[in-house]
């Protein structure tokens, strides 16, 4: 066996693990290396992309894995459940719907179905967008972002630059705390044209049967279409998607909870 790389796998393991960043020392500590030997293969992992250094010189695992796993069973169980799903919505809204999940400061666009309009959002799989701008991004972000003060902590560790995309996008992270806030009080996300002018959208949680956050499901809407006697209906029906496609994952509110993935 090629103890270098049972090295790094085990460490990875234990990035994967811990659900939150850890420093050289505790994954030194934890796998009984030394703490050079530690840095090493942190740095080895991030140089090879599975692994993201933070600010605070803390490490955390990346989504390559999940590229990896993908393509070994086909794509992730919520993208094969949620298909159905999408594709109802979409029909029923006229709009453009898509499934997300978040890497760091970005969110990954996993599938979409396209809106019938002659106007629609623009989008594609694979694609990515700032978290803070687009309604999944900050659908997923507030299940993640811890309650009080330590939220604004958490939210300048995961997104270290609030690049203003629009006139429209948070240019600070006490306004953005305020609207996650909101978001989790209210039950889904807004985007008013903060990532493209002319583009708005809604965003829900979807969470799997352990109670962890997993997912987005996103709507985008021209901003001509968005109007405030249709988004209620609009909001309705995604969060109805949303819960429909988190009781196919196994999930039963006030059961399970609803914590964000690896926080347990």
């Known amino acids: 066996m090629d103890k270098t790389l049972a090295k790094g796998m085990a460490v990875m393991e234990y990035l994967v693990a811990q659900g939150t960043p850890c420093g050289v020392s505790d994954v030194a500590r934890a796998m009984g290396l030394a703490r050079s ?51 109802a919505l979409a029909q029923e809204s006229q709009e453009t719907i898509h499934l997300v999940v978040r890497e760091g400061a970005e969110v990954i666009y996993l599938d979409k179905f396209d809106s019938p309009q002659p106007v629609a959002a623009y989008s594609k799989v694979g694609g990515r967008a700032a978290a803070q701008c687009v309604a999944t991004g900050k659908a997923l972000l507030a299940w993640q972002c811890p ?16 690049t203003a995309y629009t006139p429209k996008s948070h240019q600070d992270y006490e306004s953005l705390v305020t609207d996650l806030r909101e978001t989790r009080t209210r039950g889904y996300a807004f985007n008013r044209e903060e990532w493209r002018l002319g583009v708005c959208g809604l965003g829900a949680p979807i969470f799997d049967s352990q109670g962890r956050l997993v997912a987005a499901l996103g709507m985008s809407v021209p901003s001509i279409r968005f109007i405030s006697r249709r988004v209620p209906t609009l909001a309705a029906a995604l969060c109805r998607a949303a819960a429909a496609t988190s009781a196919a994952l196994g999930h039963e509110p006030g059961v399970t909870g609803e914590v964000a993935a690896g926080t347990r």
């Open 37 to 87: 030997n530690a840095h090493r293969t942190l740095q080895t992992l991030v140089a090879l992309g599975y692994a993201r250094q933070f600010p605070d010189a803390s490490y955390g695992p990346t989504l390559k894995l999940f590229g990896l796993g993908a393509q070994v069973v086909g794509g992730l169980d919520v993208k094969r459940i949620a298909q159905p799903v999408l594709a």
């Open 147 to 162: 309650a009080g003060e330590a939220g604004e902590t958490w939210l300048r560790r995961e997104l270290p630059v609030l």
